[in-house]
Protein backbone atom coordinates (compact mmCIF):
# COMPACT_ATOMS: atom_id res chain seq x y z
CA UNK A 1 0.00 0.00 0.00
CA UNK A 2 1.51 3.65 -1.03
CA UNK A 3 1.25 6.36 1.57
CA UNK A 4 -0.07 9.51 0.18
CA UNK A 5 2.84 12.31 0.53
CA UNK A 6 1.22 15.30 -1.44
CA UNK A 7 -1.88 16.92 -1.18
CA UNK A 8 -4.15 18.90 -4.00
CA UNK A 9 -6.37 21.48 -2.52
CA UNK A 10 -8.90 22.67 -5.39
CA UNK A 11 -11.99 25.01 -4.42
CA UNK A 12 -15.72 23.91 -5.61
CA UNK A 13 -19.25 25.46 -5.63
CA UNK A 14 -21.61 23.57 -3.22
CA UNK A 15 -23.29 21.95 -6.33
CA UNK A 16 -20.30 20.85 -7.89
CA UNK A 17 -19.08 18.86 -5.02
CA UNK A 18 -22.53 17.06 -4.64
CA UNK A 19 -22.09 15.73 -7.84
CA UNK A 20 -18.96 14.66 -6.85
CA UNK A 21 -19.91 12.82 -3.81
CA UNK A 22 -22.73 11.46 -5.70
CA UNK A 23 -20.65 10.43 -8.28
CA UNK A 24 -18.63 8.84 -5.66
CA UNK A 25 -20.76 7.22 -4.22
CA UNK A 26 -22.81 5.49 -6.78
CA UNK A 27 -18.77 3.96 -7.85
CA UNK A 28 -18.52 3.07 -3.70
CA UNK A 29 -15.47 4.97 -3.63
CA UNK A 30 -14.35 7.44 -1.28
CA UNK A 31 -14.91 11.11 -2.90
CA UNK A 32 -10.99 11.39 -2.62
CA UNK A 33 -10.69 8.10 -4.39
CA UNK A 34 -12.90 9.00 -7.37
CA UNK A 35 -11.52 12.55 -7.97
CA UNK A 36 -7.66 11.06 -8.04
CA UNK A 37 -8.84 8.65 -10.46
CA UNK A 38 -10.64 10.45 -12.63
CA UNK A 39 -8.12 13.84 -12.34
CA UNK A 40 -5.10 11.07 -12.83
CA UNK A 41 -6.96 9.29 -15.84
CA UNK A 42 -7.66 12.80 -17.60
CA UNK A 43 -3.77 13.73 -16.88
CA UNK A 44 -2.87 10.28 -18.98
CA UNK A 45 -5.02 11.31 -21.43
CA UNK A 46 -3.82 14.82 -22.09
CA UNK A 47 -0.20 13.55 -21.96
CA UNK A 48 -0.71 10.81 -24.29
CA UNK A 49 -2.16 13.65 -26.79
CA UNK A 50 1.00 15.49 -26.71
CA UNK A 51 2.93 12.62 -27.22
CA UNK A 52 1.12 10.30 -29.63
CA UNK A 53 1.45 11.16 -33.15
CA UNK A 54 -1.34 9.70 -35.08
CA UNK A 55 -0.64 9.27 -39.05
CA UNK A 56 -3.51 8.95 -41.82
CA UNK A 57 -2.30 5.49 -43.68
CA UNK A 58 -0.56 7.70 -46.91
CA UNK A 59 1.63 9.15 -44.35
CA UNK A 60 2.16 6.20 -42.70
CA UNK A 61 3.11 4.17 -46.04
CA UNK A 62 5.61 7.44 -46.45
CA UNK A 63 6.54 7.46 -43.48
CA UNK A 64 8.22 3.67 -43.73
CA UNK A 65 8.86 3.95 -47.30
CA UNK A 66 11.71 6.65 -45.64
CA UNK A 67 12.82 4.14 -43.00
CA UNK A 68 13.17 1.66 -45.75
CA UNK A 69 15.34 3.69 -48.03
CA UNK A 70 18.99 4.02 -47.57
CA UNK A 71 20.37 7.42 -45.70
CA UNK A 72 21.41 9.74 -48.09
CA UNK A 73 23.33 13.11 -46.61
CA UNK A 74 23.15 16.13 -48.21
CA UNK A 75 25.94 18.58 -49.10
CA UNK A 76 25.42 20.69 -45.77
CA UNK A 77 25.23 17.77 -43.38
CA UNK A 78 28.84 16.24 -45.31
CA UNK A 79 30.31 19.21 -44.91
CA UNK A 80 29.13 19.39 -40.99
CA UNK A 81 30.22 16.21 -40.11
CA UNK A 82 33.57 17.07 -42.03
CA UNK A 83 33.63 19.86 -39.96
CA UNK A 84 33.03 18.27 -36.96
CA UNK A 85 35.48 15.39 -37.44
CA UNK A 86 38.40 18.21 -37.82
CA UNK A 87 37.71 18.87 -34.51
CA UNK A 88 37.84 15.87 -32.69
CA UNK A 89 41.01 15.05 -34.56
CA UNK A 90 42.95 18.18 -33.34
Known amino acids: MTIAAARLDLRLNPRDKER ?3 AAA ?3 LPVS ?3 R ?11 AADTVVTLSAAESR ?12 NA ?6 DAAASLTRR
Open 76 to 81: RLKAAM
Open 33 to 35: SFV
Open 20 to 22: IAK
Open 37 to 47: DAVLREADAAI
Open 62 to 73: RFLAALDAPFQP
Open 26 to 28: LRG
